[in-house]
């Protein structure tokens, strides 16, 4: 089983910074995509962005040029850099991993227990 430890998010101007991360943890897997969803109030959890462990991106139409995906697969860490915010980002934000078991072969999705970025004056 996998384990995923998010940390970051808060409180943050229009316009402003702010970093988030996750790092998984656990026995025999193999990581094969990670990635950052959202579910703001009223809406439907959205893909953010993705990265495989080869190292393609992809990112939803509207944060591409604002947000950037980056990992570590040595530390099975990775990060979701968000540039100026805008208030239509204020959401929940869920670190995901597909992950591949070693000993059966099957692929799981893990999730993140969310972490709260607020984007306000």
């Known amino acids: 089983q996998v384990q995923l430890e998010e940390s970051g998010g808060g409180l943050v101007q229009p316009g402003g910074s702010l970093r988030v991360s996750c790092v998984a943890s656990g026995d025999w897997f193999t990581i094969k995509v990670m990635g950052w969803y959202r579910r703001a109030p009223g809406n439907e959890r959205e893909l953010v962005a993705s990265i495989s462990s080869t190292g393609n991106t992809d990112y939803a139409d509207s944060m591409k040029g604002r947000f950037t995906i980056f990992s570590d697969n040595a530390k099975n860490t990775w990060w979701l850099q968000m540039n100026n915010l805008k208030p239509e980002d204020t959401a929940i934000y869920y670190c995901?991993?597909?992950?591949?078991?070693?000993?059966?072969?099957?692929?799981?999705?893990?999730w993140g227990q969310g972490t709260q970025v607020t984007v306000s004056s």
């Open positions: 995901y991993v597909k992950t591949e078991d070693h000993i059966t072969g099957h692929y799981y999705d893990n």
